[in-house]
């Protein structure tokens, strides 16, 4: 395989009620972190087009959530097909913005298809239910009703995969959307909005923004027109968004970080365990929230893991994702190479032993080498500080409680994986570790027909599933009772 750079286009402006329009606040530069050479710009809104954003998706609700959920979704599967037909160029563009492999941003663009079309199949479906009245002839009825205007703001790791999740649900629902994307991955969202456009998507229904970050999402959610507030990002962005929401009572679905253990038993297959969570340990540079992160493994076992693990570690080659063989990709910017490289250097002076990696590449981009680190005390900051990158920490335990309690002890409580054969184990781990994202012998993916909420930390609220369309509509409760029958039908 092989990657067109040619059809990729890494500029991008805002979609205002159906409109291309430059944004007239200055630019920003598109940088491809594999190597820090500069592929396009990006436009930034004033507060009067965010303010035309917003105007826009509450003139065209009444409109859009008057559609059938049937022709809701036909919107979304057509763009699912649109995104299919034209792969090359999303994989070409996700790649070039957030420094992934080829490997890497198939796979990302293969889930949006799928999440489109998984969102546009059950608009159709979403329905009301009917309960017994308290009364002889009565009944309830609990109606699903679309929200209004939403906001919907991504991070830059996964841009095509947040944005379908986000967009395909608050669409589903019958929602209009003012989207703030991600400066650092905006040919991704401007690519993914360009094709519901082309699939029909009414003007005005979803509505593109870029700028500075607090000044946007200050301004979305101060308006009374924001009903829901969808957010995927770091938890302290995060925390300040959910304060930002609460005077107006805005709903919000926050996904925030993650620091994902991994639970190695005394009775795992090594091999196994390396197998399933190396590639997703290293895949994107690390730089997911479910990404395997701290390995708590059995005393019996700790060896033989640091050992494989370091090995898998190893295999891996560095490069940009167009290089041919490249398996690892870069990180986001120098700041997180930085922050990388700060986790590390405590960790070592907190007992932990580099056994490889550890160092930022030298080499044009972004890049830091592929890190495991054996046996760093309780009291190393990476333990409890999502490193977000390519870097891996073992731990050992002797108990089950140990291993429970080293587990829960970081503030994040989004995934967690669990190796074992035993039933009995695997019962104590899913009732006391905390985690809303439990992988047993394998990955815990998040998939579009699944609900997946964060705990602690990682946030509140669900995407994926039914329940992630139902947090964009409010259930309305009609209790009935038949009127009385006029004298002359009688």
């Given at each position: 395989m092989?990657?067109?750079?040619?059809?990729?286009?890494?500029?991008?402006?805002?979609?205002?009620?159906?409109?291309?329009?430059?944004?007239r606040?200055?630019t920003?530069?598109?940088?491809?972190?594999?190597?820090?050479?500069?592929?396009?710009t990006?436009?930034?809104?004033?507060?009067?087009?965010?303010?035309e954003a917003?105007?826009?998706?509450?003139?065209?609700?009444?409109?859009?959530?008057?559609?059938?959920?049937?022709?809701?979704g036909?919107?979304?599967?057509?763009?699912?097909g649109?995104?299919?037909?034209?792969?090359e160029?999303?994989?070409?563009?996700?790649l070039?913005e957030?420094?992934?492999?080829?490997?890497?941003?198939?796979?990302?663009?293969?889930r949006?298809?799928q999440?489109?079309r998984w969102?546009?199949?059950?608009?159709?479906?979403i329905?009301?239910?009917?309960?017994?009245?308290v009364?002889a002839?009565?009944?309830?009825?609990?109606?699903?009703?679309p929200l209004?205007?939403?906001?919907?703001?991504?991070?830059?790791?996964?841009?095509?995969?947040?944005?379908?999740?986000k967009?395909?649900?608050?669409?589903?629902?019958?929602?209009?959307?003012?989207?703030?994307?991600?400066?650092?991955?905006?040919?991704?969202?401007?690519l993914?909005?360009?094709?519901l456009?082309?699939?029909?998507l009414?003007?005005g229904?979803v509505n593109?923004v870029?700028?500075?970050?607090?000044a946007?999402?200050?301004?979305?959610?101060?308006?009374?027109?924001?009903?829901a507030?969808?957010?995927?990002g770091?938890?302290?962005?995060?925390?300040a968004?959910?304060a930002?929401?609460?005077?107006?009572?805005?709903r919000?679905?926050?996904?925030?970080?993650?620091?994902a253990?991994?639970?190695?038993?005394?009775?795992?297959?090594?091999?196994?365990?390396?197998?399933?969570?190396?590639?997703?340990?290293?895949?994107?540079?690390g730089?997911?929230c479910?990404?395997?992160?701290?390995?708590?493994?059995?005393?019996?076992r700790?060896q033989?893991?640091?050992?494989?693990?370091?090995?898998?570690?190893?295999?891996?080659?560095?490069?940009?994702?167009?290089?041919?063989?490249?398996t690892?990709?870069a990180?986001a910017?120098q700041?997180?190479?930085?922050?990388?490289?700060?986790?590390?250097?405590?960790?070592?002076?907190?007992?932990?032993?580099?056994?490889?990696?550890?160092?930022?590449?030298d080499?044009?981009?972004?890049?830091?080498?592929?890190?495991?680190?054996?046996g760093?005390?309780?009291?190393?900051?990476?333990?409890?500080?999502?490193?977000?990158?390519?870097?891996?920490?073992?731990?050992?335990?002797?108990t089950?409680?140990?291993?429970?309690?080293?587990?829960n002890?970081?503030?994040?409580?989004f995934?967690?994986?669990?190796?074992t054969?035993?039933?009995?184990?695997?019962?104590?781990?899913a009732r006391?570790?905390?985690?809303?994202?439990l992988?047993?012998?394998?990955?815990?993916?998040?998939?579009?027909?699944?609900?997946?909420?964060?705990?602690?930390?990682?946030?509140?609220g669900?995407?994926?599933?039914?329940?992630?369309i139902?947090?964009?509509?409010?259930?309305?409760?009609i209790?009935?009772?038949?009127?009385k029958?006029?004298?002359?039908r009688?």
């Amino acid at each position: 395989m092989s990657v067109d750079q040619a059809s990729a286009r890494m500029s991008a402006d805002l979609f205002v009620d159906g409109w291309w329009t430059a944004g007239r606040a200055g630019t920003l530069e598109n940088v491809d972190p594999g190597n820090g050479q500069v592929v396009g710009t990006v436009s930034l809104a004033t507060a009067g087009q965010v303010a035309e954003a917003i105007a826009a998706a509450e003139n065209v609700f009444p409109a859009w959530s008057g559609l059938t959920g049937a022709a809701r979704g036909d919107v979304l599967r057509r763009a699912a097909g649109l995104l299919a037909e034209r792969t090359e160029e999303a994989v070409a563009t996700i790649l070039l913005e957030t420094g992934k492999t080829e490997a890497d941003a198939r796979g990302e663009i293969g889930r949006a298809v799928q999440t489109l079309r998984w969102n546009g199949e059950q608009a159709g479906r979403i329905q009301a239910s009917v309960f017994p009245g308290v009364v002889a002839g009565s009944r309830r009825t609990s109606v699903p009703a679309p929200l209004g205007a939403v906001a919907v703001v991504t991070a830059w790791n996964f841009p095509a995969v947040l944005a379908t999740r986000k967009l395909g649900a608050a669409l589903a629902a019958g929602c209009t959307v003012v989207f703030k994307a991600s400066e650092f991955a905006p040919a991704t969202a401007r690519l993914i909005v360009e094709l519901l456009a082309e699939a029909g998507l009414p003007a005005g229904v979803v509505n593109l923004v870029f700028g500075d970050p607090r000044a946007v999402s200050e301004q979305l959610t101060s308006s009374p027109a924001i009903k829901a507030l969808s957010f995927t990002g770091s938890t302290a962005v995060g925390k300040a968004l959910a304060a930002q929401a609460a005077p107006n009572l805005i709903r919000t679905v926050l996904e925030l970080g993650g620091h994902a253990p991994v639970l190695v038993m005394a009775d795992a297959d090594v091999d196994h365990v390396v197998a399933v969570t190396a590639g997703a340990k290293f895949g994107s540079a690390g730089q997911s929230c479910v990404a395997p992160t701290r390995y708590i493994v059995h005393e019996s076992r700790y060896q033989d893991l640091v050992a494989k693990l370091t090995a898998a570690a190893e295999a891996h080659v560095l490069g940009h994702g167009t290089e041919e063989g490249v398996t690892l990709g870069a990180v986001a910017d120098q700041r997180r190479v930085d922050a990388l490289v700060r986790l590390v250097r405590d960790a070592v002076e907190q007992g932990g032993t580099i056994t490889t990696g550890g160092r930022q590449v030298d080499r044009d981009g972004f890049f830091f080498e592929p890190t495991v680190i054996a046996g760093p005390s309780a009291d190393a900051g990476i333990l409890s500080e999502e490193p977000f990158g390519p870097v891996a920490t073992v731990s050992s335990f002797s108990t089950v409680d140990e291993a429970i309690d080293a587990a829960n002890a970081a503030p994040y409580a989004f995934a967690a994986y669990l190796f074992t054969d035993s039933l009995r184990i695997r019962d104590e781990v899913a009732r006391r570790v905390n985690a809303s994202n439990l992988g047993v012998n394998q990955l815990a993916p998040s998939l579009p027909d699944v609900p997946l909420g964060g705990l602690g930390n990682s946030g509140y609220g669900y995407e994926g599933g039914l329940e992630g369309i139902l947090a964009f509509t409010q259930l309305r409760l009609i209790s009935e009772t038949p009127g009385k029958v006029p004298d002359d039908r009688r």
